[in-house]
């Protein structure tokens, strides 16, 4: 190997006859340099007078200019000095340790959750970054000892690390946050952070240390992008644009949009960056160019490449490698001769010449998924297979075009395989493009679009596609949905069983398919919506377990550390809910969406039903028009599609663009620019700041658990009345700062002495409006039920009322004798029936993680000093704190803070509570003040 680098350092010189160096912008001949000199310029660039590649600049094989070689964040690394080679586990949360000489395993160690990355760093470290928990485990090299847990900030989602050449700083990406963080490798302490744009995740830092270039993940629609930091002033110095590629469509190659960016990996010569990427073909439909889309010209794969020295994109030096499936990372020899392209979608390695971008070879099945490679000073290729859940190694030191590479080993990285056997056979089968069941040639997966279980960001243009054509379509992400945990699929709700997939699987991605043709063609135009497909193939049913497994959807950045809501998303919390915006109607639930398995029937041909606003005729589920369709919406066999699904909101603060077409960049254009009518939730009349704050709800909404509570309180009647004392109990309901919560059951205990109530009693939970304690006149009824026997009864509140978080109600049980016919007639006025009321349960969830939420307080009672039996009641007032999640304020008490909305704005929904502090003449807070 030494002997071959020192010939491609003579064959480098033999090649540049006048070498030239620009400096400061001017073009100086290199003969009249000290040689130290020419080998210090990091800019220095070759040009050649022969043998020019097509891009008109040569690529000398070796250039002098960099005295160590640049480095990237990887899913595996080697360290020559212990001859170890590390790779991450990310299903595992472990990563694995081998001897690259004798192949063997050394350990597996447990790090955080979901690792992606990892770095050799100094004083005999290893630096993992962790997703799931947002942390950096930093391990000793020689045993995998953890030593320290590095905090990043919360739900930032950290994806890539590299260490500088010098070793004295690390970079790591936060995908949730767009930033790029730089950390001090001695201290471990964060010493630099800069906003570098949307979704980053891979880094590659130049050989001399003063570049950082970092990959936009998801791409906007118009071209990929790639970000520049300085790395002395840690400012952002240029962007990179790369272009849509013009094509043509072929079968050999296609256009597109460079997108979802994992990684990039500047070439040992320091000259290029190369960046291997998704092509997504949005360019394409019959709405948007009037071709349809076929199996090769949807997604492909590709490699671009930016020239360092002129600072732009080689568009010649792109390479669209033809039948293969998401190029994920890109790895050089110790020379930088070859570059070697993990295909993860494929199961293969394409081996390129790092001179003219050319195929030289091909690697197939080198494992399932592999995701990461690297190559060490012995020429010995070592490939990280993500799904196989191994390590293969090959022998690459003298390749030659036409002869096979040898597989010389293939190490077991992961000892207990963490996913059920289903599941972990769903999983592969969803990645594996190369499956010729899945899809035709090896282009696409169910991954090519929802790689991880996400969206691409795509807006794809589906108009006339198969059975299940539709029109400009927003990929949707998996996460959260549980498979059909919200019904059915895709905005037009045309699959009601993930094993319906099928059915494109063979029409769409023109794979053979999961079934015999016999059972499939037995079916028919039964195979969507007829007879069950579960049980027909293990793979579908494995398919359909993966896809159920994404049951939660990312924890947003955007709330504080811990996960509670910030106040002015809790402001928005309470305009969401309410009456007057609807927004709750449809995006209801603990899933917040309407969605259902449930079959509607035929609708009427108003489009509407008595249950739903906008629901479409027609339609075999519950669906609505917002008022977004178009013509480019695309049709719903046999008819003009009509309405759309509900999708849920939780984690949208991740899946822009938004609504069915893509339509609205932001959540401030889908309630305002998009809903200029109205029809998608009332929003027109809400003020700025009040739409600032429904959008800060809408970016916090996700699955972390909040703890919620209530305080519950006597009100003291404030003015005396003539009715006998006790008979009545007023009560404030206050909720903590961390979040409104919903009042759904009440349960009480009018203690008896002989045994049972001597005459039919019944009880009523009014709304007290004015906060007196007392029950007036017009002042709503909430519930109602008979009271048992034995004393007690249990009220459930319909409609459920709202109390926003750090917010007080008021209300008012009272009892009333006879039957409910004659209840319902009885008086208003308190004090008429002398009875003693113990409040022992309410029943509350958070608004936000729909969980239960404690109570604190109970039980109370109208009469303290009642002669009630303690027998007779002491076991159900013993009920009075709720099972669930625990209150961060236990200690809260009840106080007088008023609603956070009027309800002249903001009725709660389906109750209109007034302010409590304008009924005791205090100022109520303006409209949007938080």
Not at 355 to 366: G, K, M
Not at 860 to 875: E, G, L
């Amino acid at each position: 190997m030494r002997a071959k680098r020192m010939l491609s350092t003579v064959r480098a010189k033999r090649k540049c006859e006048t070498p030239t160096v620009t400096i400061a912008g001017n073009e100086r001949n290199l003969a009249c340099l000290p040689v130290a000199l020419f080998m210090a310029w990091s800019t220095a660039t070759c040009f050649a007078a022969a043998g020019e590649p097509a891009d008109g600049l040569a690529h000398p094989t070796v250039s002098p200019s960099t005295a160590a070689h640049p480095t990237h964040a990887s899913t595996i690394v080697v360290d020559e000095g212990r001859e170890r080679v590390w790779s991450v586990n990310p299903d595992s949360d472990t990563v694995t340790s081998i001897k690259s000489r004798e192949l063997v395993k050394l350990f597996e160690v447990p790090v955080g959750d979901n690792p992606r990355t990892l770095a050799l760093a100094p004083n005999n470290a290893v630096w993992v970054v962790n997703q799931d928990d947002a942390t950096i485990s930093v391990l000793e090299a020689s045993t995998g000892r953890l030593r320290e847990s590095i905090i990043l900030p919360y739900a930032s989602r950290p994806y890539g690390i590299a260490v500088s050449p010098k070793g004295d700083t690390a970079y790591v990406t936060l995908q949730a946050l767009g930033r790029l963080l730089k950390l001090d490798t001695s201290s471990r302490q964060v010493v630099g952070d800069v906003d570098v744009g949307p979704t980053p995740r891979g880094i590659a830092v130049s050989g001399d240390g003063n570049r950082i270039l970092v990959t936009r993940y998801v791409s906007p629609a118009g071209h990929g992008e790639v970000t520049e930091v300085n790395a002395r002033t840690f400012e952002v110095t240029r962007r990179f644009e790369l272009a849509i590629d013009p094509g043509p469509d072929s079968p050999i190659s296609g256009r597109g949009v460079p997108n979802q960016l994992a990684s990039i990996t500047i070439a040992p010569n320091g000259q290029r960056a190369w960046i291997p990427s998704k092509k997504d073909n949005t360019g394409r439909g019959l709405q948007v160019s009037g071709e349809p889309l076929g199996f090769e010209t949807t997604t492909r794969t590709m490699v671009s490449q930016l020239d360092l020295a002129a600072n732009r994109e080689v568009l010649s030096a792109r390479r669209d490698l033809d039948n293969r499936a998401m190029a994920v990372a890109v790895a050089f020899d110790q020379d930088g001769e070859h570059a070697f392209v993990a295909l993860q979608g494929t199961n293969a390695v394409d081996v390129l010449s790092a001179e003219t971008s050319a195929l030289t070879a091909s690697i197939p099945r080198t494992g399932l998924a592999p995701q990461g490679l690297v190559v060490d000073e012995r020429g010995h290729l070592f490939v990280q297979n993500f799904l196989s859940r191994d390590l293969a190694v090959y022998d690459v030191s003298d390749l030659a075009p036409g002869q096979g590479i040898k597989l010389i080993g293939r190490i077991t990285a992961v000892e207990r395989e963490p996913l059920a056997p289903e599941l972990l056979l769903g999983k592969q089968i969803f990645h594996n493009a190369a499956d010729p069941r899945m899809s035709r040639d090896g282009y696409v997966s169910c991954a090519s679009c929802h790689l991880e279980g996400g969206g691409d960001g795509r807006v794809w243009d589906f108009s006339g596609r198969g059975a299940h054509g539709g029109g400009l379509r927003n990929t949707i992400t998996l996460f959260g949905r549980a498979g059909l945990g919200h019904g059915p699929v895709h905005w037009r709700a045309d699959i009601d069983e993930i094993q319906d997939f099928e059915i494109l699987i063979r029409t769409t991605l023109q794979g053979r398919g999961f079934v015999t043709d016999a059972v499939f063609n037995a079916k028919g135009a039964n195979w969507v919506f007829g007879p069950p497909n579960a049980g027909l193939s293990r793979e579908l049913d494995a398919l359909a377990a993966y896809v159920a497994s994404f049951e939660r959807v990312n924890p947003s950045p955007y709330r504080r550390p811990g996960g509670a809501m910030t106040p002015q998303a809790l402001a928005g919390e309470a305009i969401f809910h309410s009456r007057e915006t609807g927004c709750a109607a449809c995006h209801a639930g603990r899933n917040f969406t309407d969605s259902s398995l449930r079959r509607t029937g035929r609708q009427n041909e108003a489009g509407a039903t008595a249950s739903a606003s906008h629901v479409t005729a027609n339609a075999p589920f519950t669906m609505h028009d917002v008022g977004t369709l178009s013509e480019a919406a695309g049709d719903f066999n046999p008819n003009t599609l009509r309405a759309l699904d509900t999708p849920t909101v939780k984690g949208v603060w991740e899946t822009p663009p938004y609504l069915h077409d893509g339509s609205a960049a932001t959540l401030m254009d889908v309630i305002s620019t998009r809903n200029v009518d109205d029809r998608h939730g009332k929003t027109t009349h809400l003020t700025v700041l009040e739409k600032e704050s429904l959008v800060a709800y809408l970016q916090q909404l996700d699955d972390t658990i909040v703890d919620t509570s209530l305080t519950i309180s006597r009100t003291v009647a404030a003015t005396p009345r003539t009715a006998a004392a006790g008979t009545g109990l007023g009560f404030r309901v206050r909720a903590t700062d961390r979040g409104g919560v919903q009042i759904e059951r009440a349960t009480l205990v009018i203690p008896v002495i002989d045994g049972q109530l001597a005459a039919p009693v019944r009880a009523r939970i009014h709304f007290d409006s004015n906060d007196d304690g007392w029950l007036d006149a017009g002042e709503p009824l909430l519930a109602e039920s008979s009271v048992a026997a034995d004393g007690t009864a249990s009220l459930a509140i319909s409609p459920p009322p709202i109390v926003g978080a750090g917010s007080t109600a008021s209300f008012v049980v009272r009892p009333v004798t006879g039957s409910a016919n004659e209840s319902r007639g009885a008086s208003t006025s308190p004090g008429r029936h002398p009875f003693n009321i113990i409040l022992t349960e309410i029943h509350a969830k958070g608004l936000t993680s729909k969980g239960q939420s404690v109570v604190v307080g109970l039980p109370i009672q109208a009469k303290p000093n009642s002669p009630a039996s303690a027998k007779d009641s002491n076991a159900r007032m013993s009920r009075g704190l709720l099972r669930g999640q625990l209150a961060e304020d236990r200690g809260a008490t009840g106080g007088d803070a008023p609603l956070r909305h009027p309800h002249t704005r903001f009725p709660d929904a389906g109750l209109e509570l007034e302010d409590i502090s304008s009924a005791r003449g205090t100022p109520a807070p303006s409209a949007g003040a938080r």
